[in-house]
């Protein structure tokens, strides 16, 4: 059984930073590529960044030169680094594991950035 548990969200000043952690259990992350989406009020759940099976990466471009996503395989953990936080950043942040019908998601956690 797949199970996903974020970590790490909160409330920060714009400008600020906050490290978000995906614990996963019942996948191999050298096999599956995972993602974090967010989802901010009225708005569709977005893809903000991917990392592969390989351990290549990509970004939604609003993100890109702040967002880090990474891994730590031997602890099966997926990690997404944020600086330089705006209020436009503010949503619920899932986790979200590649495989099945429709993959695996978190719980999310919340990311508020205040102005």
């Known amino acids: 059984q797949v199970q996903l548990v974020e970590s790490g969200g909160g409330l920060v000043q714009a400008g600020g930073s906050l490290r978000l952690s995906c614990a996963a259990s019942?996948?191999?992350?050298?096999?599956?590529?995972m993602d974090w989406y967010r989802q901010a009020p009225g708005k569709q759940r977005e893809l903000v960044a991917y990392?592969?099976?390989?351990?290549?990466?990509t970004y939604v471009d609003s993100v890109k030169g702040r967002f880090t996503i990474s891994r730590d395989t031997a602890k099966n953990m997926v990690y997404l680094e944020m600086n330089s936080l705006k209020p436009e950043d503010t949503a619920v942040y899932y986790c979200?594991?590649?495989?099945?019908?429709?993959?695996?998601w978190g719980q999310g956690t919340q990311v508020t950035v205040s102005s």
């Open positions: 979200h594991a590649r495989g099945g019908p429709l993959g695996y």
């Open positions: 990392i592969s099976s390989f351990g290549s990466t």
């Open positions: 019942g996948i191999i992350l050298r096999t599956n590529g």
